[in-house]
Structure formats: structure tokens, C-alpha cells
């Protein structure tokens, strides 16, 4: 069977922890930060983890991830 392409967005925004969760960074960080309150801000920092019904559509498009 023939080798399985990655989702060449997807690898750059996904990344699989070491017990094979899916991390994503969070929404509303990019652009016109400064009406937005420092504490949303601060808040909307780090990563969270994928929820399961899309985790399997995501482990699909970055298989080697």
C-alpha cells in the first residue's frame, strides 16, 4: 500500500504529544491585539488539546506526525 501524504497545513498547526494527544494553538492571537483586554490576551496563550471528534480527523491528515 503506498505511503499516506501529510496535510501540509496541518503539520505546521498541529503537534502530537508523547501519549499521542493533538495540541492546536488558540484563535483571535494574530492581528488588531490592542482593542482587545490584556487579560483575554493572556488568557488565549498556550495550547489546549483537539477534542475528540475532530482529533480523528486531524490524526488522518498528519499520519507521521
Known amino acids: 500500500m503506498p505511503k499516506q501524504k501529510t496535510h501540509s497545513s ?3 498547526r498541529f503537534k502530537v504529544t508523547g501519549t499521542g494527544k493533538i ?3 488558540q ?3 494574530r492581528h ?3 482593542k482587545r483586554p490584556t487579560k483575554r490576551m493572556r ?3 498556550g495550547s489546549l ?3 475528540p471528534a475532530n482529533a480523528k480527523v486531524i490524526r488522518g491528515m498528519i499520519p507521521y506526525k
Open 10 to 12: 496541518s503539520k505546521k
Open 23 to 25: 495540541l492546536r494553538s
Open 27 to 29: 484563535a483571535f492571537r
Open 32 to 34: 488588531i491585539l490592542s
Open 43 to 45: 488568557h488565549l496563550r
Open 49 to 51: 488539546v483537539v477534542s
